[in-house]
């Protein structure tokens, strides 16, 4: 970051009087730090732990089936854009099965001149890349919709998660497979219990896809779909098929369980809206955010997380006055399309009530919607696709509550 003297001076002055009761009042305290001795540490380890300090976990909500449901990326810890694996969002249907490598198959079959059956030896093989890119469940936010239950941004926006993916193009494999005439669809399944499938548009699938082993720089997580899973970039967290073992090429879609009573938009005039692949232009404020206790009056860093399924954030805006005026929040570079980018914004607290939030717009010009403004076209039938501003009042005594 570059400011100048005059400015960064100014800064330092705002933060040491902010944080006063932190600075060393006398050398002699400042010696007192030299003289405790060092202390011999615990020996070397195979796999990293954090620090037994370090207590932000996933939270999930009590089902009858402890199999199924979802567990929230803890959004109001997280710092920069990348989500560790450990705390990536989760979203299971029967469970997360246990596949041995060696003995997993992805079977490409349908409407191709030459069927595979490919190991994961055989996938890792091909040419692959390394993509960084968001994972958001269609489902994210949904408690927006209605009744904001939700009380803090784990639980209402922890379903979305950002990892470097590795892979292999999907569209190589599909070229090699011959691709027949008349061939439109590719339809994905799981081979966890229930097989979980979604059907593919065929240009999709011959355009970005990734055919992905790898997460963070080391194997997939078996929770996000160990050995192999797709990532489909922008699209909804539902068609990025994990534990992948089957692609069947097809002329239509299958119509599966999870693209039609699930993850489809119910419209306020009683039709259903179907296939909503793509995900919109979303943010949200993560500091400071519901649950969370300012300690008092003064300088903080406000700052949050911004998506588009689009491309690249162009730009985010903060009010602190519930949306009468609007200032643009510095965004972390680099700027990567289709992943959590990081804005912050230097934020006096003057200990009076206020209304805060972010909006984003990305690189096609799309403005993320005001919560009124979504209703108004789509109704609140859905509990999917919810990309509204999201306020949070900021109390007098420095509590922050959902809105
Ligand atoms: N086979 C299979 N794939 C699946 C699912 C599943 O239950 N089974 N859940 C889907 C849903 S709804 C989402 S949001 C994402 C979640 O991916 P994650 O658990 O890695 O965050 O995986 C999708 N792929
Ligand atoms: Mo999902």
């Given at each position: 970051?570059?400011?100048?003297?005059?400015?960064?001076?100014?800064?330092?002055?705002?933060?040491?009087?902010?944080?006063?009761?932190?600075?060393?009042?006398?050398?002699?305290?400042?010696?007192?730090?030299?003289?405790?001795?060092?202390?011999?540490?615990?020996?070397?380890?195979?796999?990293?732990?954090?620090?037994?300090?370090?207590?932000?976990?996933?939270?999930?909500?009590?089902?009858?089936?402890?199999?199924?449901?979802?567990?929230?990326?803890?959004?109001?810890?997280?710092?920069?854009?990348?989500?560790?694996?450990?705390?990536?969002?989760?979203?299971?249907?029967?469970?997360?099965?246990?596949?041995?490598?060696?003995?997993?198959?992805?079977?490409?079959?349908?409407?191709?001149?030459?069927?595979?059956?490919?190991?994961?030896?055989?996938?890792?093989?091909?040419?692959?890349?390394?993509?960084?890119?968001?994972?958001?469940?269609?489902?994210?936010?949904?408690?927006?919709?209605?009744?904001?239950?939700?009380?803090?941004?784990?639980?209402?926006?922890?379903?979305?998660?950002?990892?470097?993916?590795?892979?292999?193009?999907?569209?190589?494999?599909?070229?090699?497979?011959?691709?027949?005439?008349?061939?439109?669809?590719?339809?994905?399944?799981?081979?966890?219990?229930?097989?979980?499938?979604?059907?593919?548009?065929?240009?999709?699938?011959?355009?970005?896809?990734?055919?992905?082993?790898?997460?963070?720089?080391?194997?997939?997580?078996?929770?996000?779909?160990?050995?192999?899973?797709?990532?489909?970039?922008?699209?909804?967290?539902?068609?990025?098929?994990?534990?992948?073992?089957?692609?069947?090429?097809?002329?239509?879609?299958?119509?599966?369980?999870?693209?039609?009573?699930?993850y489809s938009d119910l419209m306020p005039d009683g039709k259903a809206r179907i296939f909503t692949f793509q995900m919109e232009a979303k943010s949200v404020i993560t500091f400071p955010s519901g649950g969370q206790t300012l300690s008092g009056p003064g300088?903080?860093?406000?700052?949050?997380?911004?998506?588009?399924?689009?491309?690249?954030?162009?730009?985010?805006?903060?009010?602190?006055?519930?949306?009468?005026?609007?200032?643009?929040?510095?965004?972390?570079?680099?700027?990567?399309?289709?992943?959590?980018?990081?804005?912050?914004?230097?934020?006096?607290?003057?200990?009076?009530?206020?209304?805060?939030?972010?909006?984003?717009?990305?690189?096609?010009?799309?403005?993320?919607?005001?919560?009124?403004?979504?209703?108004?076209?789509?109704?609140?039938?859905?509990?999917?696709?919810?990309?509204?501003?999201?306020?949070?009042?900021?109390?007098?005594?420095?509590?922050?509550?959902?809105?």
């Open positions: 970051m570059r400011i100048s003297g005059r400015s960064s001076r100014r800064r330092m002055l705002g933060f040491g009087a902010a944080l006063g009761g932190g600075l060393l009042a006398s050398a002699t305290e400042s010696r007192a730090v030299d003289g405790v001795p060092g202390q011999l540490g615990i020996p070397l380890g195979p796999y990293g732990e954090r620090s037994p300090f370090e207590k932000a976990v996933r939270w999930r909500r009590d089902t009858k089936t402890p199999e199924t449901g979802s567990s929230f990326t803890p959004l109001q810890d997280s710092v920069g854009a990348i989500t560790p694996s450990s705390l990536h969002y989760e979203r299971h249907h029967t469970g997360i099965p246990t596949i041995d490598p060696a003995g997993h198959r992805l079977v490409i079959h349908g409407m191709v001149d030459r069927p595979l059956s490919l190991t994961m030896a055989e996938i890792r093989r091909l040419p692959s890349v390394s993509r960084t890119l968001v994972l958001e469940c269609g489902g994210n936010s949904g408690s927006e919709w209605a009744v904001k239950t939700a009380p803090d941004v784990q639980r209402s926006h922890g379903l979305v998660s950002c990892s470097e993916w590795t892979g292999v193009p999907l569209s190589l494999v599909l070229k090699e497979v011959g691709i027949q005439r008349g061939a439109s669809w590719v339809i994905a399944e799981g081979a966890d219990a229930c097989r979980m499938a979604r059907s593919i548009p065929l240009a999709k699938a011959l355009d970005n896809i990734l055919l992905a082993y790898g997460q963070n720089g080391e194997a997939l997580r078996p929770a996000q779909g160990y050995p192999l899973r797709l990532i489909i970039p922008g699209w909804e967290g539902n068609a990025c098929v994990k534990w992948l073992h089957r692609l069947k090429v097809t002329d239509q879609p299958y119509m599966t369980r999870d693209e039609t009573s699930k300088l903080y860093e406000l700052t949050g997380l911004a998506w588009s399924g689009r491309g690249r954030i162009e730009r985010v805006e903060i009010t602190t006055d519930g949306g009468r005026t609007w200032v643009d929040a510095q965004l972390q570079e680099p700027r990567l399309p289709i992943a959590l980018t990081r804005f912050r914004l230097p934020w006096r607290f003057e200990g009076r009530e206020e209304l805060i939030a972010s909006r984003a717009t990305d690189e096609s010009g799309y403005v993320q919607p005001s919560r009124e403004a979504l209703i108004e076209v789509r109704g609140t039938n859905s509990g999917y696709h919810y990309n509204g501003i999201k306020l949070w009042r900021v109390q007098a005594d420095g509590t922050v509550t959902n809105v």
